[in-house]
């Protein structure tokens, strides 16, 4: 980024950054997909998107485009795959040099469905969207956040995880991009011990208080709280960030189911930085058995939940010999 530009452009992220955000609440419209189906499926699209090595900026729009998608029209738990295979087909074409070709999307589908199919859905989706794909994302905000700083490779990539594992959580939508990636680089400032987690250069540029940043910090420490225990299984992330590229991030911190039993748990500390680390919501967390295993030709994904909706309702995915297919049952 050029620097003469950096103040223009930041102005422009923070003045535009609400602009194409889907709307908090739109899965009440959905009757036959839930919040878990909707958490599966990004799963999946993390392991592709990193298998594939495209730029970060691509998921970010990828999940984008789902939720706006979603909110206008009412998927079939067939077709949701479908959505995200088209999503993440339209955001390389707008972000990646090199995007994969649709026949890598069949292969990665299992051949769950055919070229003419995601051709469709990306027209429907495009067409739903005015063609009007653009949007300012948390992570965008976070590399300008992240500069101006001059944090260290390790933050910055603690604080991507952060964001990232929202990305999982549907009731994270509601938050706004720079409010997210500056409670998340300040969270990952105060994990790492930084003498000055909120630093003046940034509060001077976003004019949010540490109070405030504390308030999604909390939220943002309980989802990693919850995402690191053994017990859960959507682990896309937690592969991607123990790698070196990730400096590892996602091996630094790990949480018992009763980590008071642990003095040593960094979960044991109930305050990091003034940060309130509550008991993850029950309601947000359901039963779930899941085992999912990578192969050289694609991904395996065997998952057993139990969400409620309206009436209570099950659904399984199945799997084939390379990749991916998602068959829900009621």
């Not at 339209?90 to 003419?116: F, G, R, S, T």
């Not at 051709?119 to 063609?131: P, R, T, V």
Request: with cysteine; proline share 3%.
């Amino acid at each position: 980024m050029v620097a003469e530009f950096t103040s223009d452009i930041m102005r422009h992220y923070l003045s535009t950054e609400m602009f194409n955000q889907p709307k908090y609440k739109y899965m009440e419209q959905q009757t036959h997909i839930t919040e878990r189906m909707r958490s599966i499926l990004i799963d999946w699209i993390i392991e592709v998107h990193f298998q594939f090595k495209l730029k970060s900026e691509s998921l970010f729009l990828t999940i984008n485009l789902i939720d706006r998608y979603l909110e206008k029209i009412r998927v079939s738990k067939e077709n949701l795959q479908l959505v995200g295979v088209s999503a993440m087909l339209i955001a390389c074409k707008y972000e990646e040099i090199w995007p994969p070709l649709i026949k890598d999307y069949i292969h990665m589908c299992d051949n769950a469905y055919n070229k003419d199919q995601i051709i469709n859905m990306e027209l429907s989706m495009l067409s739903e969207l005015d063609f009007d794909v653009d949007f300012v994302s948390a992570f965008a905000l976070l590399e300008r956040f992240s500069a101006m700083n001059k944090d260290t490779h390790q933050t910055a990539c603690l604080a991507q995880y952060l964001i990232e594992i929202s990305l999982l959580d549907y009731d994270s939508i509601r938050i706004k991009p720079s409010y997210l990636a500056a409670s998340a680089l300040f969270l990952a400032r105060s994990l790492l011990r930084h003498p000055e987690p909120h630093s003046s250069v940034l509060a001077q540029c976003i004019h949010y208080t540490q109070n405030q940043l504390q308030a999604v910090a909390q939220l943002l420490i309980r989802l990693l709280k919850n995402y690191q225990k053994p017990t859960y299984q959507l682990v896309g992330l937690k592969k991607k960030f123990a790698s070196d590229q990730f400096a590892n991030v996602s091996q630094l911190y790990h949480f018992e189911s009763q980590p008071q039993d642990n003095p040593n748990s960094c979960s044991h500390n109930k305050s990091i930085a003034g940060l309130s680390t509550d008991q993850t919501r029950g309601s947000a967390q359901q039963a779930i058995t899941t085992d999912k295993k990578r192969t050289k030709s694609g991904y395996h994904l065997m998952a057993n939940l139990t969400t409620q909706k309206s009436n209570s309702s099950s659904f399984a995915t199945s799997t084939k010999k390379k990749g991916a297919t998602f068959r829900f049952k009621q």
